[in-house]
């Protein structure tokens, strides 16, 4: 067949519009119709090559099907669902072989994802413990050891407590550890925390779980669903377990336990004793340790600093107030608590009559060959491996020498029988009351603590009652004396 001659087309084209009156725009219009055509034929082309032995789910409409790819060769039906109200597609993999087979599992997967394209959610489904992974996973990128910054590496491993605890009440309670978040029904979880008061505990068996520790694991549960299920769209916030707290009365009293004067003066003059300090038996190293833990609780009584602040002082955190008299300057020290060791994150200065105390420890490092350099750890572990090291003492081993120290000395005893249970932090309680029964303002005291008026305030307010009679019933001249009579 002869090729067609250009000007022959152009010539039945010019018979074939001569009798019209098209413009210029007229022509365009007809041309991108025939463009527009031939994309739509080839678009019908190639997705019958694609969507192979097509079959609609319903008949009634035609959003959603199943079919087979004819691109691959492993002849497994897909399942393709197009969102009419977000304009979005759904494909997915049944595979399955099997025409049957594949509209039932393509109408399943149908009534469970066409909702979440609806609300926007995610497609993909997380069951609780792949929650849980997922939220520990990022919750663990948060670990700083800068307060205030971010969460220790010991709350970190707290939440993976709480939420193993959650974790035990879907799988072996609700029998739903392999359920998708979504298809637990909000308000079957209401009873978790009665759940958690039946459950035996490892340790503390006659204590029974604490309304803090029941309603921080259902605060963190809450705030799991929320940081990863809702915000990351895996659930709506109406599918986040609906949880009750259990209620508790507000209370003021201090929260620790402490020694009386009379109990505290009996135990540091225990500990200044030849029968604790050089008893029979022991060698020069076990006596300097049992000398730095005297320094520890004398130095801690007059700071009222936190056990992890004192630790982590260093040698060159102490310095001499210069508007102290001459006097004053033998007795007292500033000791610089750091923004990274202070549980606030705010740097403070504490200023107490630790001075000569500080001097007898740093006598007892260096009689061991120990240096007392700036960088030192100023509670620095003194056994034979570490003494090469600048490693700090950890809170157990002082814990575990006042235990002892307070079976020793009797109180234990005393204390059993009231009921009251003495620890590391027990200074700072003990410290904090006597300086509101001498009358420290409460503003000063509260920047030496490093903590808020506020909460000493909530905390110590029946101290504050108990030392201001004077103040409390001035201007009750008449019924003093009515009382009097």
Request: aromatic letters at 10%; glycine letters at 6%.
């Amino acid at each position: 067949m002869p090729p067609t001659d250009p000007q022959d087309n152009l010539d039945t084209l010019k018979e074939l519009v001569g009798n019209l009156d098209l413009t210029p725009e007229d022509l365009l219009l007809v041309l991108s119709s025939v463009v527009s055509l031939k994309k739509s034929k080839e678009k019908e082309t190639q997705e019958n090559k694609i969507f192979k032995d097509k079959i609609y789910l319903w008949e009634n409409t035609k959003d959603s099907f199943i079919y087979r790819d004819g691109r691959t060769k492993n002849g497994n039906f897909y399942l393709r669902i197009y969102c009419r109200e977000t304009k979005k597609v759904f494909t997915k993999s049944l595979r399955t072989p099997s025409r049957e087979e594949g509209i039932v599992l393509g109408r399943k997967m149908y009534s469970e994802t066409y909702g979440k394209l609806i609300r926007g959610e995610k497609t993909q489904s997380l069951t609780t413990r792949s929650l849980i992974q997922l939220y520990l996973e990022r919750e663990e990128r948060r670990i700083s050891p800068i307060p205030k910054t971010g969460i220790t590496k010991e709350t970190w491993k707290q939440k993976g407590q709480y939420l193993r605890m959650w974790e035990r009440y879907v799988t072996e309670e609700l029998k739903m550890g392999e359920t998708k978040i979504e298809n637990i029904p909000p308000d079957i979880t209401r009873d978790f925390c009665f759940w958690i008061q039946r459950q035996e505990k490892s340790y503390y068996k006659d204590r029974g779980w604490s309304p803090d520790y029941i309603n921080s694991t259902i605060s963190e549960v809450n705030r799991m669903y929320l940081q990863v299920g809702v915000r990351d769209k895996f659930i709506s916030r109406s599918l986040v377990p609906e949880l009750d707290y259990v209620k508790k009365p507000p209370s003021t009293q201090v929260k620790r336990d402490i020694l009386s004067v009379d109990e505290y003066e009996k135990l540091v003059t225990y500990l200044r004793s030849n029968k604790y300090l050089k008893p029979d038996g022991t060698l020069p190293l076990e006596q300097t340790k049992r000398s730095i833990f005297r320094e520890w609780i004398g130095i801690s009584y007059n700071t009222g600093m936190r056990p992890k602040e004192m630790l982590g002082l260093k040698w060159g955190d102490v310095t001499i107030n210069i508007s102290d008299t001459k006097e004053n300057q033998k007795i007292f020290r500033l000791l610089k608590v750091k923004s990274e060791n202070s549980k606030t994150g705010k740097m403070r200065s504490v200023n107490a009559p630790v001075g000569r105390r500080l001097e007898r420890l740093k006598k007892s490092y260096e009689n061991l060959g120990m240096e007392c350099g700036p960088e030192h750890y100023i509670f620095r572990n003194p056994t034979w491996k570490r003494q090469g090291e600048n490693t700090p003492y950890h809170q157990k081993v002082f814990t575990d020498r006042l235990n002892k120290a307070l079976e020793e000395t009797g109180l234990q005893d005393e204390l059993t029988k009231t009921n009251r249970k003495i620890t590391l932090y027990s200074s700072r309680h003990f410290y904090t009351t006597l300086r509101l029964q001498n009358g420290l303002d409460i503003h000063l005291l509260s920047k030496q603590l490093g903590t808020s008026t506020t909460y000493i305030d909530q905390t110590y307010s029946h101290i504050q009652v108990e030392t201001n009679t004077e103040r409390i019933t001035q201007g009750m001249t008449l019924i003093k004396t009515l009382e009097n009579e």
